[in-house]
Structures are given as structure tokens and as C-alpha cells.
């Protein structure tokens, strides 16, 4: 017989353990408290009853206080709130909720089980509602408590009823004195957990905010229920207390735990809510500069909104002068924002240059720099200083965040690779990025708008672009539109195969009798830096023409950039004409069988002949093509066109490092 009540009691405490919240988890206490929560809000008035909670809270702690711990604050120095004139106290529930929490034993068990039968109550109430509403009951019982301590002396019914309520078990000096440290300890987790569920309060206001904008809202608002949880659970424990010490009978109720774990959840709500209030305000600043950019602003108002935070002095440096002016000096002015990381080179400054020199004398347009830096320290600060010594143009020196840093990455699509945004006197966007469109055309696509562009695109003769002004004996062949084989690769036997042919092609005697002459360039021969030149201009052609209809000028730039990282390709121009491009073992091919298609030149031409056969290789060669795209700043077509068969190409994702300070994503 003792075995089984031994067995039974063993079983009860073990299925006692099971509910006691110090030892579940999060999710263990969601899973139970979702089951008590049913999705069809009751409607009322909680603001208004919180207000009537914090009022009586603010008041009972302070008297509280100044009993116990012998303060001097004076209650008439507190502003209470106002309630709505036609608040209706929801005064039934309030009471059946005081009654669950009356004259319970001490333990986390017991606590755990009033809780989830208070939540059952308030199933139909939104979360925060429940909390307010579980405060309110504590706080009618603990605001008449202190209010009868405070008025029994005096009054004859509130000594009446003190007595019944058993003010003057605690309020004694001698239990005043024995109670003390638990009276403190309670009062202040009152204070704390009014605190919790103020701000428990005030994240359910900010779910009017979209989680899009304001990220950290989700896993906040997915742990309200949990603190609610816990919210009450501390009521109720408090509310044990406090029946312990007015009847001083039954046994203590513990409640280190419980601030602990309020303490944890107060200090994790205000970096929530903070981080929440950060994130809405960029959200509010980004909303507000996307205005400016769609109303004519003055484009000083714009530049100063993007750039500088609230505090920060609006000024620039003249690299030209060497001095710091004001940001007047844009009013009325076309400006180009150049914006960079630090690790801009000297290459891609040179870029602008020209625009510079061409600018310097027209007033009616500057160049500004924007260096983009999340945080700023000694050593790039340094970097910025040499950089800035190599920009005669205007810069942007505010060694903190720049205010629109987010607008720049989202909305015009920053990649840390250098961009020129181009903005008219009145703030409006000419050109999200007219970088690339400088770097290939240079001062033939002047002013740099789209419109330029546009007509730029219209232009067929694009390899004197990307290689006339960079080396003079290609400019000289283009002035007298001669026929140039450019070629390259990545394998040194196919160059070296590939020039032993093509140079016995083109001194063949055929040619000659054509009338035909064709220079070689072999853009691996030349230095490294007229290479990277080289793919960076066709990099950057590709940019600018990469939303646009695709025609026969897309489709060349497109198979080049395909040849990049190729064994061998070559380009067969007539001045600054493409006539056709290839990958190197077709090229090879069509120029090692001159002999197959030399009697059909001498009829038809030499470049329908030329294209007719290689095209005819083509058809019997199976390659697929890869088109790597580096991480440039714009936004990149979602879908591309084979150069090759037209179908739309598949997209894989690549990383490169080369052990220097920046990493490559390249899309494929």
C-alpha cells in the first residue's frame, strides 16, 4: 500500500514538473498558450485602460516607497494620464480575474495553471489586451491596498475596511520592518513588469508598420505571446506574495526567478522596440528622399537630404582649390554624384577626368564625390585623404554613415564598384549610372542623360570605343578603315597557333588581289593594364546596353563578353565596324581553310565569304556559352538572350577571390 502511494506521489510531482515554466522552453509555453487563444478580438478600450493602470501603479509603488523604504516623493509632483471620457471599465472580467489569482498556494506549478486559466478567460482578447487586462485586476487590489494603508489613520471606513483586507498585518511597524526586503522585492517587479507591459503595448502599436520596412518587427511580434505569458505569471506570483504577507499563513512564494526572467525580457523589449524605431525612421527617410527625387526639389535641398545626417556640418572640399565650401555652390547646378567605396582606383578616377576638364570652365556643372564607408577608422581615413589628393573635383568629407546609403543601395543599386548618378538642377535623375556610358564613350555621349545614351545606342561602330583611344596604331587602322583581326585568349599555344595562321592569311596573295589588307592585334601582347582596359570597356558597354532591345550591336558585345575567360576569340572590324566576332576554334578554323573559300571570296567579297564560312562552322560546332557578368553597380537584366541561339541563358551564381581586398561575385 505504501509502495503505490509512494508511486502515485512520484507520478504527481513528475506531471507537476512537466508545468512548471522555469524549466520549458519558449516554444513548449507557445504551444500550450496557443491553444488557449482564439482569433476574434474583443473590441475595447484598452488604451484608456491602461492609462487607468499606470496611474494607480505610478501612485501605489510610490506610496509603497516612501513606507517602506522611508522616501520622500511626493505623490501630488505625479501627472496622471487621461483617460476616454466614455470609458466603461470592463469591471466583470476585472473581478473574475482577481478571483483566479486570490488566495492561490505558492509554487511555479500552481502559478502556471492560474495563468493558463486567466488566458482561457481572455481567449477572445488580443495579446496586449490580456496583459493589460491581468494588470488591471492586480492593480484594483494593490491601489485600494496601499490607498486604505494610507487612509485607515484618518478615516473610519477606511480603517473598517483596511481590517478586513488585512492592511494592518503588513502595515504594522514591526511587519513593516520583518517584511521589508520582500516588500522592496515586490514592489519594485510591480514597477518592472508594468514596464514589460507598457512596452508590450507599444510594440503591438507598431504592427501598423509593414516587415519589409521594419524587419525587426517579425520576431519581435512573434514573441509578444510568450512575454505576455510571462507578464501574467509574475502577477500572479506577486499576488501570491502579497496574500502570504496580509494572512501570514502558508509558505513564501519565491520571486527571484521571475524578476530574472522580466528583467531579461524588459532589457530585450527596448533593444527590439529601439531597433524597430531605427528601421522605421530609415523607412520614413527613404519614403521622404524618394519624393524628393520624383518632385523638383532644388538640387542643393536634394544633395544635402542624401548625403548628410541631422547633425552633420553641410560642407565640401574643393579638390581643385584645396579649401572646404559650402554645398551652395550646387544651387542651380547639373551635378554628377560620383559614388565609390574606398577601394576606387586610379583607373576608374580617370574615368572622369575628362568630364572634368571639359566641365571646369561651364559653371553650370560639378562633379561630387560620395565615398561610401560603414565605419569608419584610422587607416581608411588615411586612404581617403590620398584619394581625395587625386580628385580635383568636389568631395563629400563626413567621416560618418551617408544618410541615404541605404536609398543608394536599393534604389540605384550600388555594388561597391564605382557609379555617376546624373541629377538635373531640380533633383531629378538623368541617369541612374552614366559610369559605364563615360568610361566607353567618354565626352561623345555629353551631357550623360539617358537621351544620350539612347543615341549613342543607335551607333554601330562600337570596338573604337572600347580600343581606338587606347592604343595608336588600332586608331590610325580605324581613320583609314582598314580591315583589323583583334584577337586573344586565355591559352598561349592557341595565340601562338592562331597568329602563325592568321598571318600567313593575311599576306596570302588572294587577299592582295582583292585588294583586301588586314592588320593583327593581339591585345595579349600588349600590358596588363591595356587588357583590364580592354574587358572593362566591353564590361562597361554591355552595362549600358544591357536593357535595351537586343539587336545586332547587343548581340556582338554580348558574345564577346562571352569570350572573356575563352581559350582564344577573335573580332574581325573594318575601321570602327564589327563585321563578325567568334570563339577561337571557329576562327581558327575559318582562317586555316582560306584555301576551301578563297575562289568564292575572289566572287562574292571578302566579308560575306568570310561570315558565310565561319557561320558554317559554327553550325557544326557544339559549345555552350557562358556570359560572366562581375558585380557592378545598376541593376542587371533578370533574363538574358543567348548571343548565340537566342534562348534564354540559365543563371548560375560564382565567387572569386584574389587574395586582395575586395571579392568578385560573377553571374553566369
Not at 461 to 488: A, C, F, M, N
Not at 536 to 550: C, D, M, P, Q, R
Not at 588 to 597: G, I, N, Q, Y
Request: hydrophobic content about 40%; overall charge neutral; charged content about 25%.
Amino acid at each position: 500500500m505504501a509502495t503505490k502511494h509512494s508511486l502515485k506521489a512520484l507520478f504527481h510531482r513528475s506531471s507537476e514538473s512537466d508545468h512548471n515554466p522555469l524549466n520549458m522552453s519558449d516554444e513548449q509555453i507557445l504551444e500550450q498558450i496557443y491553444s488557449t487563444h482564439v482569433h476574434s478580438h474583443t473590441k475595447f478600450d484598452v488604451d484608456s485602460l491602461f492609462v487607468l493602470v499606470e496611474n494607480t501603479l505610478r501612485r501605489s509603488t510610490l506610496i509603497v516607497d516612501n513606507v517602506v523604504q522611508g522616501s520622500k516623493s511626493s505623490l501630488e509632483q505625479l501627472e496622471d494620464k487621461i483617460p476616454q471620457a466614455n470609458f466603461n471599465s470592463p469591471l466583470c472580467t476585472l473581478k473574475q480575474i482577481s478571483s483566479e489569482m486570490s488566495c492561490k498556494p505558492a509554487g511555479e506549478e500552481i502559478a502556471h495553471k492560474t495563468t493558463m486559466t486567466i488566458l482561457v478567460k481572455l481567449a477572445n482578447y488580443e495579446w496586449d489586451a490580456k496583459a493589460v487586462l491581468t494588470m488591471a485586476a492586480f492593480a484594483m487590489e494593490y491601489g485600494e491596498f496601499w490607498l486604505l494603508a494610507q487612509h485607515q489613520p484618518t478615516d473610519p471606513i477606511a480603517k473598517s475596511v483596511a481590517f478586513l483586507k488585512g492592511v494592518p498585518v503588513l502595515t504594522r511597524p514591526a511587519a513593516l520592518q520583518k517584511h521589508r526586503q520582500a516588500i522592496i522585492e515586490l514592489n519594485n517587479l510591480v514597477k518592472t513588469t508594468l514596464l514589460v507591459i507598457e512596452l508590450i503595448f507599444e510594440l503591438e502599436k507598431l504592427t501598423t508598420f509593414d516587415t519589409k520596412d521594419v524587419p525587426a518587427l517579425l520576431p519581435a511580434i512573434e514573441q509578444i505571446p510568450v512575454d505576455v505569458y510571462w507578464a501574467i505569471i509574475t502577477i500572479v506570483a506577486i499576488e501570491t506574495q502579497i496574500d502570504y504577507l496580509t494572512t501570514e499563513s502558508g509558505n513564501k512564494q519565491d520571486l527571484s526567478h521571475y524578476a530574472q526572467k522580466i528583467n531579461i525580457i524588459l532589457s530585450k523589449l527596448r533593444k527590439q522596440i529601439m531597433l524597430c524605431r531605427q528601421q522605421i525612421e530609415e523607412a520614413e527617410y527613404h519614403h521622404r528622399l524618394r519624393k524628393f527625387f520624383q518632385t523638383p526639389t532644388e538640387i542643393m535641398e536634394v544633395f544635402k537630404f542624401l548625403v548628410f545626417s541631422k547633425d552633420a556640418p553641410h560642407q565640401l572640399f574643393d579638390g581643385a582649390t584645396k579649401t572646404t565650401v559650402e554645398i551652395t555652390e550646387l544651387r542651380k547646378k547639373n551635378v554628377y554624384l560620383l559614388i565609390s567605396t574606398l577601394e576606387i582606383t586610379d583607373e576608374e578616377i580617370s574615368v572622369l577626368r575628362p568630364v572634368y576638364e571639359y566641365i571646369k570652365t561651364n559653371d553650370q556643372y560639378k562633379i561630387v564625390w560620395i565615398p561610401i564607408v560603414e565605419e569608419w577608422t584610422e587607416k581608411l581615413q588615411k586612404r581617403f585623404e590620398v584619394l581625395k589628393s587625386k580628385m580635383p573635383w568636389y568631395v563629400v568629407q563626413h567621416f560618418g554613415t551617408i544618410a541615404g546609403y541605404k536609398y543608394i543601395k536599393e534604389e540605384w543599386h550600388f555594388k561597391k564598384k564605382p557609379m555617376v548618378v546624373v541629377l538635373n538642377p531640380q533633383g531629378k535623375v538623368q541617369h541612374a549610372n552614366a559610369y559605364h556610358l563615360i568610361h566607353v564613350y567618354g565626352m561623345k555621349a555629353f551631357p550623360f542623360t539617358i537621351a544620350d545614351q539612347e543615341r549613342i545606342d543607335r551607333e554601330i561602330h562600337w570596338i573604337g570605343s572600347v580600343v581606338g583611344d587606347s592604343h595608336p596604331h588600332i586608331s590610325t587602322w580605324i581613320r583609314e578603315q582598314k580591315y583589323i583581326l583583334i584577337y586573344g585568349g586565355s591559352d598561349k599555344e592557341w595565340i601562338q597557333q592562331f597568329t602563325k595562321y592568321a598571318t600567313t592569311f593575311a599576306n596570302d596573295g588572294a587577299l592582295k588581289e582583292a585588294n583586301v589588307q588586314i592588320e593583327l592585334f593581339c591585345v595579349e601582347k600588349e600590358d596588363k593594364s591595356f587588357l583590364r582596359r580592354f574587358w572593362s570597356g566591353i564590361e562597361s558597354l554591355f552595362v549600358t546596353k544591357a536593357h535595351n532591345t537586343v539587336d545586332a550591336v547587343t548581340q556582338e558585345v554580348q558574345r564577346m563578353l562571352s569570350y572573356k575567360n575563352e581559350t582564344g576569340w577573335a573580332v574581325l572590324c573594318k575601321g570602327s565596324s564589327v563585321i563578325m566576332s567568334g570563339h577561337g576554334s571557329t576562327v581558327l578554323k575559318t582562317v586555316s581553310e582560306f584555301d576551301k573559300w578563297k575562289e568564292a571570296m575572289l566572287k562574292k567579297g571578302f566579308e560575306p565569304t568570310f561570315k558565310e564560312h565561319h557561320e558554317r562552322i559554327v553550325r557544326t560546332t557544339h559549345r555552350c556559352v557562358h556570359l560572366e557578368i562581375p558585380n557592378i553597380a545598376g541593376k542587371l537584366p533578370e533574363t538574358i538572350k543567348c548571343p548565340e541561339c537566342g534562348r534564354t541563358m540559365e543563371i548560375f551564381i560564382s565567387y572569386k577571390c584574389c587574395h586582395t581586398d575586395s571579392t568578385s561575385i560573377a553571374i553566369h
